[in-house]
């Protein structure tokens, strides 16, 4: 036994909610009605029942189901008097409870949430939440036979206060810090190379741009080591080391003929580094040139 209590909810909350938590499409077909007991036809995925309802003066029902086949709910569907499509969204209210919030896209359009208990006592202690509109729980024309068969009730505008739609987005707001489907972890995994990444951009942006490489130094040549003469043959002459020697030799004296400025360290030493340079200069010039024999 079981006892029902349905309130309307504002459409806005309702598509609020089947956004963050989803749903999932239910067709009912109804036969009518016989010495108080509802029976139809229930398709939700891929699972059908044929179910048989019976209430008593209370208003307390008993519900039966049967399994059938996909294939004998179709055909069963095809000759109920009635019929009705509505998007299914369960969502919890703390305490044990939970909501049932049903979407009605067939034969009209209609929102509705539901909460069931097992005892009357509970049904009446139930605090209504703020988010829930007016109580139909006492209107047949809201019962999901009178939906399927007469026609879903044109309520009209439903009253929505920042309250509602606060204590909405307390159940459907991620808590904790913990966002939807456990995605802080990952977050957390990503923060140090993510920091980083962005004190180089800050760094980048602070110091106008990325600066250009400054260019390499020009090689500067090296003065061979002084070794001891070495007698030239005629055989050496016109070899192939001679002409690299040669250029060797005029290379070092282009360098040598065009000194680059020397630090300001004083007076007195710019002509001895000139003479050392000159020295220098005059020792690999007067290397004789090899004759091409």
Request: hydrophobic share 40%; charged share 25%.
């Amino acid at each position: 036994m079981s006892i029902v209590r349905r309130f309307l909810v504002a459409p806005s909350l309702v598509r609020l909610i089947r956004k963050e938590r989803g749903g999932a499409r239910i067709t009912e077909g109804y036969f009518a009605p016989q010495a108080g007991r509802v029976s139809y036809v229930r398709v939700d995925g891929q699972q059908c029942h044929l179910v048989l309802v019976s209430t008593d003066q209370d208003g307390a029902s008993t519900e039966e189901r049967t399994d059938v086949p996909r294939a004998h709910g179709d055909a069963l569907l095809d000759v109920c008097s009635g019929k009705a499509q509505y998007d299914r969204t369960a969502i919890a209210l703390g305490a044990g409870r939970e909501a049932r919030i049903d979407r009605y896209v067939a034969p009209g359009n209609l929102d509705l949430v539901s909460v069931t208990f097992d005892e009357i006592g509970d049904a009446n202690a139930f605090p209504v939440p703020v988010w829930f509109g007016p109580e139909v729980s006492g209107d047949a024309a809201y019962e999901r036979h009178a939906v399927a068969l007469q026609g879903a009730p044109q309520p009209g505008e439903i009253a929505l206060s920042n309250a509602a739609l606060e204590a909405v987005l307390d159940l459907v707001e991620p808590r904790f810090g913990f966002g939807r489907y456990g995605a802080a972890s990952g977050a957390a995994a990503a923060k140090p190379a993510d920091e980083d990444g962005m004190m180089k951009a800050l760094r980048r942006v602070a110091g106008g741009g990325a600066q250009p490489a400054p260019p390499a130094p020009a090689p500067v040549p090296v003065a061979a080591p002084e070794s001891a003469p070495q007698e030239v043959t005629t055989q050496e002459a016109g070899g192939p080391n001679d002409a690299r020697i040669d250029d060797v030799i005029e290379s070092l004296s282009q360098a040598l003929g065009n000194p680059q400025p020397l630090p300001p360290e004083g007076e007195a030493a710019q002509p001895a580094r000139a003479e050392e340079a000159g020295a220098e200069f005059e020792r690999w010039t007067v290397r004789p040139r090899r004759n091409q024999t």
